[in-house]
């Protein structure tokens, strides 16, 4: 620039006439000493905000970052309401880690944080390590921010879903519930009694818990499935005022469901004022919980009863379309799914999944196969469509959308993997089943073992397929032994369909078949708890025909109520039925 040149007259021209890179290329040539004015400033900002969502569009978190640099570097430097920019577009480029890298950038030029600061650093978490979840722990710990509940709620959310942070901490002064939330949640999966012992001291403390910390509690009753503990929370939290928040209240409902108690989350709703009983997040948890327990017919009722009086929301038509899947009831799922196709609601991905799960569960596939290519769907789209080939038995369809599914979730292989080759198995294609096998060890993936919980005198005990860990395990051999015998003399045979490998003999089949978790898991609640009274098991799979069949029996000759939570919903056996009515 010649001496006699004003380059911020420039520069705001460049401004106006919208050109973000002249303006950003100039102001690099004024000499950092120059002071300049505030409509300056301003235009830097403002182009600045612009170049910067250009290059998230273009993914080159490189440049975005020398940008960022430029501007600490220069005499304007980034604000507050910048750097949150900056964040939020960085953070959908780059891992946790490099995304904490620029937090700390902002904290050592003395900017401080609000919550709008920590929302793109938490979305980033979603595929964080352990070292990095630990990091973002003291950072959110430290932060001094005041965040508004659904924020932290996310934040307590994320600790629930990775968990296993036990690394120490002094507790003594920790003096906000924050960071007592975040302990609560990252103790849910290593060590869920901990975590209650953490509410305790927190309220020991005289630190009132917020509705972050009861999502928290919440998140390890589900992982301990432990209604006893459940109830004592619930008793704790309806002495709080946040027994009336409505996003608690259906947190609090969905919990019960999950751990299998229909009649006190129905005595929940029903205590509920209608105003609150037709609050969108209260009803959405409702439906979700009759769906779950089998319910189908009252969730529609209710879905009804609700959108008579306001408009369906995104959790209220996802909840509905889900208990349908659970009830088979096609007609009913169709009639809303249509419905929702107006002015004013957005279908999104997770409707058309719970439609085209409805079609898969009643064998329907074209008709759901046709709803994926319209939609082009995501990875959860091609493995309820592979789920559906199980259940319609179609092997032939199933290995071409094993493919599909394959190319669009290379992050879950394992569960495509062993969904195939129990399709192919189902055909007695064993060999094909075991080429499948052979290929999912060859590329590294380990398949989720299977594993049933079962609740006995508020103790939880754990067995897995052949399990001869247990004390007892000789007598609880002998009691399945003894009801075998009476079962076949009832004339009940076992599901062969459940087999998934070949046998030298159908003795050693059966064999195989009795030996499945569940039902050990089975013969030691009868072992251990009182005649008649009711067995409540937790099973992190799918249930399988044979364990399914039998459990019917089994609650008709024991005259026992048999409750099993599966990775999709609760089946609540009695007198040789099933709640599901066979369809699962």
């Known amino acids: 620039l010649d001496e006699g040149t004003h380059p911020e007259i420039i520069l705001n021209m460049y401004s106006k006439c919208g050109a973000p890179y002249d303006v950003m290329r100039l102001f690099r040539s004024i000499p950092k000493s120059r002071k300049l004015g505030d409509f300056t400033r301003s235009s830097v900002l403002r182009s600045s905000m612009t170049i910067c969502k250009e290059l998230s569009a273009s993914r080159d978190a490189s440049a975005l970052r020398a940008l960022i640099d430029d501007l600490r570097t220069s005499s304007i430097r980034p604000d507050l309401p910048l750097w949150n920019y900056?964040?939020?577009?960085?953070?959908?480029?780059?891992?946790?880690?490099?995304?904490?890298?620029?937090?700390?950038?902002?904290?050592?030029?003395?900017?401080?944080?609000?919550?709008?600061?920590?929302?793109?650093?938490?979305?980033?978490?979603?595929?964080?390590?352990?070292?990095?979840?630990?990091?973002?722990?003291?950072?959110?710990s430290t932060s001094q921010v005041q965040m508004d509940t659904i924020l932290e709620s996310s934040i307590i959310g994320l600790y629930l879903k990775h968990g296993a942070l036990d690394t120490p901490v002094d507790t003594s002064t920790l003096t906000h519930p924050m960071p007592w939330n975040l302990l609560i949640a990252s103790s849910a999966t290593s060590d869920p009694e901990h975590g209650l012992v953490l509410l305790k001291e927190m309220m020991a403390k005289g630190i009132v818990p917020t509705i972050p910390t009861w999502t928290a509690v919440l998140g390890i009753c589900r992982t301990l499935t432990s209604l006893t503990k459940l109830i004592e929370v619930k008793d704790m939290i309806s002495r709080t005022p946040h027994i009336r928040d409505p996003f608690l209240i259906g947190q609090l409902i969905n919990t019960l469901a999950e751990c299998g108690d229909t009649s006190i989350y129905q005595d929940l709703f029903d205590s509920l004022s209608i105003e609150e009983r037709q609050n969108p997040k209260v009803a959405a948890a409702m439906i979700n919980s009759l769906g779950l327990a089998g319910e189908s017919h009252k969730?529609?009722?209710?879905?009804?009863w609700v959108t008579n009086s306001t408009c369906p929301t995104d959790h209220l038509a996802g909840a509905v379309l889900n208990a349908c899947s659970h009830g088979g009831l096609v007609d009913e799922a169709k009639h809303i799914y249509n419905s929702l196709k107006r002015p004013g609601f957005n279908l999104k991905m997770v409707h058309h999944n719970a439609m085209m799960d409805v079609l898969c569960r009643a064998k329907r596939l074209d008709e759901a196969e046709a709803i994926a290519n319209t939609i082009q769907g995501d990875e959860i789209t091609w493995m309820i469509l592979l789920s559906g080939c199980a259940f319609a038995r179609d092997a032939s369809r199933a290995e071409r959308i094993a493919e599909k599914a394959f190319k669009m979730n290379p992050r879950n292989q394992a569960a495509i993997y062993v969904q195939l080759s129990n399709i192919l198995a189902k055909e007695k294609r064993f060999d094909d089943a075991v080429r499948v096998r052979n290929q999912m060890n060859k590329s590294g993936i380990k398949k989720i073992p299977g594993k049933v919980w079962v609740e006995v005198d508020g103790k939880i005990t754990e067995f897995i397929v052949s399990d001869t860990r247990h004390p007892r395990n000789q007598d609880i051999r002998q009691v399945l032994h003894r009801l075998f015998d009476q079962m076949y003399k009832e004339g009940w045979k076992h599901d062969h369909d459940a087999v998934r490998r070949s046998f030298e003999s159908g003795e050693a089949e059966q064999v195989h078949l009795c030996e499945h978790a569940e039902k050990l898991a089975i013969g030691y609640a009868l072992l251990e708890s009182p005649e008649e009274s009711p067995i409540k098991l937790v099973n992190n799979l799918r249930v399988c025909d044979d364990c399914h069949s039998a459990t019917k029996m089994i609650s008709k000759l024991t005259n026992r109520v048999i409750k099993v939570r599966d990775a999709n919903r609760w089946h609540i056996f009695k007198k040789g039925e099933c709640s599901c009515n066979d369809y699962f």
């Open 299 to 304: 969730a529609v009722q209710l879905y009804k």
């Open 86 to 140: 900056f964040l939020n577009e960085f953070a959908r480029l780059v891992s946790l880690r490099d995304t904490m890298k620029m937090y700390r950038l902002m904290q050592e030029d003395g900017v401080m944080p609000d919550s709008r600061t920590l929302t793109p650093i938490v979305s980033a978490a979603k595929n964080a390590d352990r070292d990095d979840l630990i990091e973002l722990r003291e950072i959110l």
